[in-house]
């Protein structure tokens, strides 16, 4: 089974603080992905990665930045949080299309809900 | 303007009942995943289909390609079945796979 994991399940940060949310994947997926879920507005994709020590940004990647020196970890960086950051983060990976398919299924992580204050 | 857009936003169903979600898009796609998000936030991935049909025990998965419409059913709704339904669209042909998410459908089905 495909196992994606996030280091936290519930955090509560302070406006201003830096905000580390990790993710670890042990399928030897190339892509990772991180997003936000807010109510009436869906998943958004914040950053997404499809190699070590790459990045691309995505649809919403203000506020944030992303770290990926290994393979298996893609962390997610709040260099100081912010109240509209309160949201719940979703990690995400995948492997790369595969000759003649251009898709392949995302796994996604339990979720963290961030709370700021 | 999202442009995956799914319908209702919310349903409500008793137990036993036939439920359907629809997904309407309005981008060029390579394929239309189902995701099920449970309470607390885990998100499993259903179906990923690029045409036709798609069956796995009571739930079912169809495209349409040509009219951009896609549609989930449930066959004999349970109430583990309750959780939020999200339609997602893997845009043109990017092989790392970007996904356009809609809002979900929340289904609640009651014993």
């Known amino acids: 089974d495909v196992k994606v994991t996030q280091s936290s399940r519930y955090l509560v940060k302070r406006t201003g603080e830096k905000v580390f949310l990790e993710c670890v994947q042990d399928m030897d997926h190339e892509n990772m992905f991180w997003y936000r879920q807010d109510p009436g507005l869906g998943l958004r994709l914040i950053y997404f990665s499809y190699d070590v020590k790459m990045k691309e940004k995505g649809d919403i990647p203000e506020g944030y930045s992303v770290s990926r020196e290994k393979k298996e970890r893609f962390s997610l960086i709040l260099e100081s949080a912010s109240t509209n950051q309160t949201s719940m983060y979703l990690c995400a990976s995948s492997h790369p299309a595969q000759g003649d398919s251009w898709w392949d299924t995302q796994y996604f992580g339990p979720g963290t809900r961030l709370t700021v204050l | 303007k999202n442009e995956v857009e799914q319908s209702p936003q919310n349903l409500t169903a008793q137990e036993g009942e036939f439920i359907t979600i629809n997904c309407s898009y309005s981008v060029g796609i390579s394929a239309l995943h189902w995701l099920q998000q449970h309470p607390g936030g885990g998100i499993v991935s259903l179906f990923m289909l690029s045409s036709g049909k798609k069956k796995h025990g009571r739930l079912i998965a169809t495209i349409n390609i040509q009219e951009k419409h896609s549609s989930l059913h449930i066959t004999a709704s349970h109430p583990r079945d309750s959780a939020v339904y999200i339609c997602?669209?893997?845009?043109?042909?990017?092989?790392?796979?970007?996904?356009?998410f809609g809002a979900g459908t929340q289904v609640v089905v009651t014993p």
């Open positions: 997602a669209a893997q845009c043109g042909t990017d092989s790392w796979g970007k996904l356009q």
